[in-house]
């Protein structure tokens, strides 16, 4: 069965500091992986996006690392500020279907204080 | 920021009326996706569509329908309200050539008392 499995499910930092979000799949055959942001009565918004090939991808102050053999990746947010406050949504595509079918994860709620 | 956009934002209806939820999106994209998210939880799919006059139902059985009369528009429509159907509702599209890559309209909350 195609999963996604995010973790922590819930984080709490101060500005300023960095903090890595997880998520592991077992989606396949896999096409790619979309960092979204999703704020608080919005929709999703991509962050980043990597294919099989890539390893690493920076958007700013977030950098997403992806390992296809082990079918993890990770997102880190540096000097976070108090507009990282969100939902951050791992989704994983498969290549087994012309959909392009989206798994999503649940999430992780990052709440930045002051 | 992606021009797709759904109306209304919030919406409180009474049980047992009848609503459409309304997306639209200027990208000229093939593709649109509707998908039901409860609080805390993973988004599912339940309608999608590959160009005008079709629709398909997706991974989570709903009691909604869509139509796709326009490549812009793709409404979701519930005959009956009933509080299990209390849900954010996401509306999404990509382009043929790029299925993997969705743009999300900013949601519609419905609240069904």
């Known amino acids: 069965k195609n999963q996604v499995e995010q973790s922590p499910q819930s984080l709490i930092i101060l500005e300023g500091k960095n903090c890595t979000l997880q998520?592991?799949?077992?989606?396949?055959?896999?096409?790619?992986l979309r960092w979204y942001k999703q704020d608080t009565g919005r929709g999703p918004v991509s962050l980043t996006i990597?294919?099989?090939?890539?390893n690493t991808k920076s958007n700013g102050r977030y950098t997403a690392t992806l390992d296809a053999d082990t079918k993890q990746s990770s997102l880190h947010i540096t000097a976070s500020q108090l507009s990282d406050s969100a939902s951050y949504i791992c989704?994983?595509?498969?290549?087994?279907?012309?959909?392009?079918?989206?798994?999503f994860g649940r999430g992780t709620q990052l709440t930045v204080w002051p | 920021e992606a021009d797709i956009y759904q109306t209304p934002r919030y919406l409180v209806i009474g049980t047992g009326k009848k609503i459409t939820l309304e997306c639209s999106q200027t990208?000229?994209?093939?593709?649109m996706y509707w998908y039901q998210q409860d609080p805390g939880m993973e988004l599912h799919l339940i309608h999608y569509?590959?160009?005008?006059?079709?629709?398909e139902k997706g991974d989570l059985s709903s009691e909604s329908t869509v139509s796709r009369i326009r490549t812009e528009h793709f409404p979701l429509t519930l005959e009956s309200a009933r509080p299990s159907h209390t849900s954010q509702y996401l509306c999404?599209?990509?382009?043929?050539?790029?299925?993997?890559?969705?743009?999300f309209g900013q949601g519609t909350r419905l609240t069904v008392v």
């Open positions: 999404a599209s990509s382009a043929r050539d790029r299925l993997d890559e969705a743009f």
């Open positions: 998520c592991n799949y077992t989606v396949s055959p896999f096409s790619n």
């Open positions: 990597m294919t099989f090939s890539e």
């Open positions: 989704v994983v595509s498969d290549r087994g279907s012309t959909l392009g079918r989206l798994y």
């Open positions: 990208m000229g994209h093939d593709k």
């Open positions: 569509s590959y160009g005008v006059n079709s629709t």
